[in-house]
Every structure is written in C-alpha cells, then in structure tokens.
C-alpha cells in the first residue's frame, strides 16, 4: 500500500543540497542548543562556548563539502585542533568526521589519505607539545577511518556505474547485431529470389512471354514483400522507445511451407515435411524458425546451383526442431572468400543461442549440406508421437510434381 505524497517528499530528500542542509542542520543543534545555554547558565565556563561555536562553525562548512571537499576538511580539523588546544575538550567533532569522509568520497584516493594522514600527525604533534599528552591520536584514527569508509563507498558507485556502462554496450551490440541479422535475412533471401526470377524471365522472353511474365510477376510480388519487411525494420528503428512490441507477423513456423513455395517458384525443388501437431511457439523461436529456414534455403540457392532442399520441421513436446538439407555441392560456412565475411550462419547461431538452443551445421557425409536446429519450447502440452507419414501439402504437391 502507497502513502500518498511520499514519493514526491523522498524525490526532495534525494537532492544533494536538501540532504547537506539537514545533515548541517543535524550537525549543529547540540551547539545551537549549547551557546544560549552557556550565557544563561552562570557556571558555565568560556571554553563550552568556544566548543559550541566551533561546532556551529563547522556544521556550516558542510554546506561546501561536495564542492569544496578538501578545503572543509581543512577548515574542520582547524578548528578541532583550536578547540583542543583552548579548551579541555578533545574529541574531534561531528563535522570533521563527516568532512574527512566527504573527502574520502570524492577526491582521489592519495590526496585524500594523504590529508588524512598529514592531520593524524599535526594533531598529534599539537596535543603533544602544548599538553603533553598523545590523546588526539584516537581522533587521527577516527579521521582516517572516516577516509576509507568515504573511499569504500566512492570504489562502489565507481563499480556500479562500470556495470550499468558495460550493460549498455553490450544492450547496443545485441541490438547492432539483431539489426544485422534483420538486414542479412531480408535483403539476402529476396534479393537472390528476385535475381533468379529476373534471370528465368529474361531467359524465356523470346520462347514463352507468357511464362516470363509470369516470372517477373512473381518477382514483382517479392520485391514487394521486400519492401514491406524493410518498411518493419525501420520503423523498429525509428520508434522512441519499446512500448510497443516488435511486429513479427508473417514471420514464423505457420509461414514457413510459403517460404517453400516461394523457393520452388525460383526455380528451387524443395519439399516441406511436418511431423507431430503444430502448435503457438514463443515470438523468439517462432521468428527463429522462419529465418533458420529462410537463410538455409537461400544458401542452397546461391552456393548450389540445381541442388534439391527438404525442409524437416518437428514439433515435439517440449521443443520444436526444423532440420533443412540440400544434394548440392558442399560450400564454405563461414563465407566464400578469405575473409570470412559470410553473416547467415552465424546469424543462425545467434538466434539458436538466444533460444537456449543447438545449432548443427556442416557437410553431409555423401555431398550436400545439412543445419540443423533444436530449440526448448517449454510449458508445451505433450502432444502425440510424431508421424513419419504426416507430410504436408507442400510435399505433396513436390512427390506430384
């Protein structure tokens, strides 16, 4: 349950300058309270109201502390080592303590034990020859633990802030890296599709026009969906913040015997299998998928020219598998040149790996290539033993074909 009005009261309270004023004001009501004191109370000697005014005085330096740390640290010590030195009294004050701790906090390390030190030694040194006696070496130590709790303190915001700077860039290179894999996908994929058609529908112009129109149609149509993914990713790009979910519609396992289609209206065979009861997947694996596919199917199109593709999609219990392989000539993972400047298989794997799943990729033993990717589903109803024999319209109309 809220209080109403709390919030913005502790929104005033965390404001540096109101928490100086009441730690100033904390600080100095016991010698606010002692120096009227001392005049109406007729015992009252001169050396409580020196210590009351010296108190007063240093409560007001606090003010300065954060911009002026070592100067009121200064000023503090000063007057603790006047008032020890006129007066009995040689406990070092409030202020000094928090000054030093101040000092601690916000200069740099050596300056600040340093300081701390250097006044260990003046009291010590003062109290030693005006009284003969070493009683401000407790108050050197106060200070100089004051010194390290400030500094312990300083080590922990500076860590705090490391963590959230390094949290940030790596939220950016995921995000750099997630728009990368967004671009390689979608130009990648419709690019080779549209220069396929394009080159079908050139090849056919003069023998069938009929048929080549029919080809750059289709081309037409997927410059389209082009198009349109790009205009997606943009507008992700552009939005002011994440209010508003990622758009991943048409993009998903449901789409992927249209992505099958489309590779055999390229000019791809390719035949699409599903076995065990499809079923709603999280956006992540769901978007995983198609473009597991996606990529697979436009590598076989370009690295192996007149190879045949079979997409193997499996929902299982608690994980959704899609396997793809291709009868071509085995090509390079990695890239096809030198550099190794290729970005789908390791597009995949990242998107494997945000999934918390397996990616296997690589040569098959009698020519060909193979990926293939598993993926948990978990909090998925079991759902029947997969059915060799279940296959999909796509495959049908491949075996017809």
């Known amino acids: 349950m809220r209080i109403p009005g709390v919030r913005p009261v502790w929104r005033i309270l965390r404001r540096p300058r109101v928490q100086d004023w009441l730690l100033t004001i904390a600080v100095a009501l016991p010698g606010l309270y002692a120096l009227p004191a001392s005049f109406i109370v007729p015992v009252a000697s001169p050396a409580v109201r020196a210590d009351a005014a010296a ?20 000023a503090t010590v000063a007057l603790d080592i006047t008032t020890a030195l006129f007066t009995p009294f040689t406990v070092a004050e409030p202020a000094s303590v928090i000054a030093f701790y101040t000092l601690g906090r916000y200069t740099p390390a050596r300056l600040a034990w340093l300081t701390a030190l250097a006044t260990a030694i003046a009291e010590g040194f003062a109290m030693w020859a005006t009284k003969g006696s070493a009683n401000q070496v407790g108050n050197g130590l106060m200070l100089l633990l004051a010194v390290g709790v400030g500094h312990f303190f300083r080590l922990r915001y500076e860590l705090r802030e490391r963590r959230e700077l390094h949290a940030a860039e790596n939220a950016v290179r995921a995000e750099r890296r997630r728009i990368a894999r967004e671009l390689h996908d979608v130009v990648a994929h419709h690019i080779s599709v549209i220069n396929v058609l394009v080159g079908a529908g050139r090849t ?57 289609e489309q590779a055999r209206a390229a000019g791809l065979p390719a035949a699409l299998t599903i076995e065990g009861e499809p079923a709603p997947l999280p956006a992540a694996v769901d978007h995983a998928v198609y473009r597991i596919v996606q990529e697979s199917l436009t590598n076989t199109r370009k690295h192996a020219p007149g190879a045949r593709a079979s997409v193997h999609l499996v929902y299982e219990e608690e994980a959704v598998a899609v396997e793809i392989l291709d009868d071509g000539t085995s090509w390079t993972p990695a890239g096809r040149d030198a550099t190794g400047a290729g970005y789908g298989l390791s597009g995949m794997a990242e998107r494997v790996a945000l999934c918390g799943g397996q990616l296997q990729t690589g040569p098959r033993p009698h020519g060909g290539f193979r990926v293939h990717a598993r993926m948990p589903v978990p909090g998925r109803a079991a759902q029947p033993p997969p059915n060799p024999e279940r296959r999909s319209s796509v495959d049908q109309r491949a075996a017809r074909g």
């Open 55 to 74: 108190m007063v005085l240093g409560a007001l330096a606090l003010l300065a502390r954060r911009s002026r740390p070592l100067l009121v640290a200064l």
């Open 204 to 260: 056919t112009m003069a023998t069938d026009p009929a048929r080549a129109q029919e080809v750059l149609i289709t081309a037409e149509r997927t410059a389209r969906e082009a198009m349109s993914e790009m205009r997606e990713l943009l507008h992700v790009l552009r939005a002011e913040d994440d209010k508003e979910p990622e758009d991943h519609s048409g993009v998903g396992a449901a789409e992927v015997a249209t992505l099958v």
